[in-house]
């Protein structure tokens, strides 16, 4: 029979019976004739026909048999055998099954975040033909941060497009953009991109309702007033109505036409970022009034992705643009203002190196990929450490069963037989903890991003594990199985059939097992060692995150953003607005202070550029960046209300809102570095490099606080009095409220700003705190989940360390008993017992010291205030693991020690 | 998979059913009177394993099945001998002869 006859006999089995049945009775019929023509009555004619065949069912059964079936039926018995024993041994189980269920689980949670941040690719046709396009410094004019992107002009833009048709199906242009949107209900603060008009196409994104943008749309400076809703936003704001293509809306109180619904998979590009508009980025200076203009080669401030052509490989690609580029390049410098020798030089040596683009734009995933790996292979070793515990348990199982195993392969049964059994009862175990694993995954993974307070709203992350994740987690748990399955299986047959069976009682051939066991166990301390030591580390650094100081309170502190330019306002009346509301919130009950900035603080955001302070060496050339700095123009009282000390001079007010009043407040770390001892109040400095006026004069100086960050460095820092600006858009409200008062103080802040200005929406308003506490999100997973890994390994290896100590002080009870008959005390015994127990610790500490001075390294980037291989660390560590060691080996040494000597003699 | 035979006397069913079926297609209850009629009574065919037996000889390809209706329309299996099978019924024969013979000169020896 082929193995295509052999597969229709086990799909038509029940042909196969009725074959066989057939044949079968038509011998009965045959026999029983036979029996009748030698004279017997029916009955007995028939009874005797039976007999002489056998039990017709079972023989109708072994009839049908071949191979295929024969191995699907006992596939079947195995796997009801499995079950039988398996719940035989019920806590042997459910305590292999729980800890699976925590290793599986912690893996599928980690890799649904690894998969949705480092491993997905953006949700568009062929994303492996998408390029970044980054360009290198230096850089002249403006430059406006992306994130971690690289800024173009656009008109360097167009030109490349143009030049590059070559290589490219084209070139996508973009810059997020939030803008506020005059919904039905309310007006809201929307992020979107602007985009170049060929940025769908480029993509290859189809629309899901009207139409996406072409190149018609953004052929001149504001003349297409046009947008494109995500799903998402048209579903949230316009329930879904189809209705709104050919609608007009209104974002930043101008009127766009929608045109078209993205579908709803695609997010945009930026997977920490999602897009919900997309207006044409021609219409740049129409939605942002700043300085950064569309039409400036010196403006750099869009970002540029292209789409390769089929057949062009980067490298290829690269080679053309090293061509191309140059000559665009050289035309900016035409445009700058007497550019120095040293600065053509190091121009001239600019290109444009190109990344793989496939997978978007992810500051998050910069951010989060190494502390990703960093807790994959956390969980990797819990993993490990789990299998290495189940296989304890079944090798410890598997000496209970050596009779069994014995006796199974006396009679005939084959080894791999017997090992498939086993290996199919750990599958099972596997496959059990395996699916609660992933129902674990599925119904933690939001509430531990919730707990750990990360904004998923944001982000177009998934909390929910898809099926690559589920896949993920059958491959881990299929390896977990046989990983764990094999060895125990291996070793129960080993049996020594014939004196296994001859030493009654005691377990002939354990002792190999049992050393076995010791080594896993060793094994099983080195691991968590390496987690504890991890984890300390991660808290260590979270602690010193945590209470970092800032330079200012923050407690108590609110913070929120209102952008009345979007709302059509002129800078006078942004000032009036502003003054008049911060004035107001000032004399709210509950609110102690109220003060403003342009820049938010802790927010990842800065401004800055060079600056030139009288009396100092101005650094030559670029590459120097020591004339650096950072700046942030604040209202009156921000110093006082953000209780940032002045050390010198005095704090900006009323009488500096003058755009002629050029005066500024400074750190400290840029007196330290700019004035060598020097008074600073009076000094005067300029914004630029090379010749420029030295037109502002320091009249205060405060002490040194974070800006960027809580890990940022402090760098030279200028404040300037906001209201002698006339370049404001969004600023950020600072009120410090009495404690308990926040909730009602939000209520006032939403009122009194409502009151002001019913189209103008505040944005963000949130404890500063929560800023913060977001910031240190990766830190805050990597501190609480490697502690729950920590604590896991840990109470794993004590079960291990428990079952080991257990077996050895049983084994042993003769002995003890005769120590104990002839005189030792019970503290000996306990003694004895304990010290085996420790010495399994110390062998798992020693054993573990090579990995982790190999894997110290890698911790560093995701380390704050704190070495790798910091001494005191790592001591506590391995004397935790010691006395856990310790602990786990008492109630075995306890019970050792109350072992009645005449009952032990007695027994064996 | 618990044998209903033992080795040796497996290998003898299978000669023996060979061996009847060289003369001519046959079914199963035809194959148990044949041998109990040649052997006068004395190999008694354990029927319980005819049928096991017959089906693994199939399926290693010595004979072959083929379905007929009976004189009482009942459908009848009858087995035939494939030229593997009489290959393997002339090694088994070879095989059987000087078992027995080597068997018969041990008996005789003493």
Sequence with gaps: MGLLARLKNSLGRGTLHRDA?????????????????????????????????????????????????????????????????????????????????????????????????????????????????????????????????????????????????????GILAFRGISVSLAGPEAT?????????????????????????????????????????????????????????????????????????????????????????????????????????????????????????????????????????????????????????????????????????????????????????????????????????????????????????MAIRLSVGAGKIALIRQLLIESIVLALCGGALGVAVAYSCTPVLLHLLSFDLSSASISARPDWHVVLFAAAVTLLAGVGFGLLPAWQSTRADVSSTLKSEGSWGNT?????????????????????????????????????????????????????????????????TFAETLRQSLATTPGVVSASIATVPVLQDSDEGGNITVEGAPTPTGHDDNSDAYDKNLVSPGYFSGMQIPVRSGRQFGEADSLPSSKVGVVNETLVKRYLFGKDPIGIHFGFGGGQVALDYTIVGVVADSKHMGIRSKITPFVYLP??????????????????????????????????????????????????????????RCLGFLSLGFAVLATLLAIVGLYGVMSYSVNQRQRELGIRMAIGASRERVITMVLRESGVLGVLGVVCAVPCVLGTASYLQSALYGVKPNDPAVWCSAAVLLIAVALLAGFAPAWRAAHIDPNAALRDQ | MARLLSKPLQGSLSLLILKTLSRGPLHGYGITNHLQQISDDVLQVEEGSLYPALHRMEHEGWISSEWATSGTNRRVRFYKLTAKGKRQLEQEENDWREVTAAVTRVLNFV
């Excluded at chain 1, 044949?23 to 039976?50: N, V």
């Design chain 1, 722 to 779: 906001y209201l002698a600006s006339d370049e404001l858009s969004s600023l950020t409200f600072y009120v410090r409220v009495r404690p308990g008062m926040e909730s009602s103080a939000m209520q006032s802040i939403r009122g009194l700003v409502h009151g002001l200005d019913a189209s103008i929406p505040v944005n963000d308003l949130v404890p500063l705190r929560e800023v913060i506490d977001e910031s240190l999100f990766v830190e």
């Design chain 1, 511 to 575: 002792g190999h097992s049992f050393w076995l066991r010791r080594g896993l166990v060793v094994g099983q301390v080195a691991l968590s060692l390496i987690l504890v030591t991890a984890a300390m580390l991660f808290t260590r650094s979270l602690q010193n995150l945590e209470t970092i100081d800032v330079g200012f309170n923050t407690a108590n502190l609110l913070k929120f953003q209102v952008n009345p330019l979007q709302a059509g306002y002129s800078q006078q009346r942004i000032k």
């Design chain 1, 188 to 404: 809201e603060t929307i992020s979107g991109n602007m985009v170049s008009g060929n940025f769908f196409d480029v993509l290859k994104v189809t629309p899901w309702r009207g139409r996406l943008f072409s190149a018609a749309d953004d052929q001149r400076p504001g003349a297409n007033p046009v947008a494109v809703l995500s799903y998402g936003l048209w579903q949230r704001v316009f329930g879904g109505d189809p209705g709104i293509i050919g609608r007009s809306v209104p974002l930043n109180q101008h009127p766009y036409l929608v045109v078209g619904v993205t579908p709803p998979q695609f997010y945009g590009i930026d997977v920490s970022n999602r897009s919900d508009l997309y207006v044409p980025i021609s219409m740049k200076d129409d939605l942002e009034h700043d300085k950064r203009k569309l039409t400036d080669r010196l403006d750099h401030w869009s970002s540029l992705m292209g789409r390769l052509k089929p057949g062009v490989s980067t490298q290829q690609a690269s080679a053309a643009l090293s061509v191309i580029y140059p000559p665009l390049r050289d035309q900016d410098l035409g445009f700058m203002k007497s550019p120095t020798e040293s600065f053509r030089k190091l121009f001239a040596q600019k290109k444009i190196v190109l990344s793989s683009g496939g997978k978007g734009y992810a500051d998050l995933r910069d951010q989060l990929s190494d502390p990703l790996k960093i807790l994959m292979a956390m969980v990797g070793i819990v993993l490990f450490i789990t299998v290495v515990n189940v296989a304890n348990l079944l090798v410890a199982r598997g000496v209970a069963r050596h009779r069994e």
């Design chain 1, 21 to 169: 049945a057939d044949e079968l009775a038509w011998h009965m019929e045959q026999r029983t004739r036979e029996y009748l023509d030698q004279g017997m009555p029916m009955d007995e004619a028939r009874a005797a026909a039976k007999r002489r065949l056998g039990n017709l069912t079972s023989l109708q059964e072994k009839t049908a048999e071949s191979d295929l079936i024969i191995w699907l039926d006992s596939l079947k018995r195995d796997l009801a055998l499995a079950f039988r024993m398996l719940f035989r041994a019920r806590t042997v189980t459910v305590v292999a099954i729980l800890s699976l269920t925590l290793g599986i689980g912690a893996n599928a949670v980690v890799f649904t975040l690894m998969k949705q941040v480092v491993l997905d690719y953006l949700p568009v046709p062929e994303p492996s033909q998408l390029m970044i396009l980054h360009s290198q410094d230096p850089e002249s004019g403006h430059t406006y941060g992306n994130g971690m992107q690289s800024s173009f002009s656009f008109p360097l833009y167009q030109d490349l497009n143009a030049a590059t048709t070559g290589i490219f199906q």
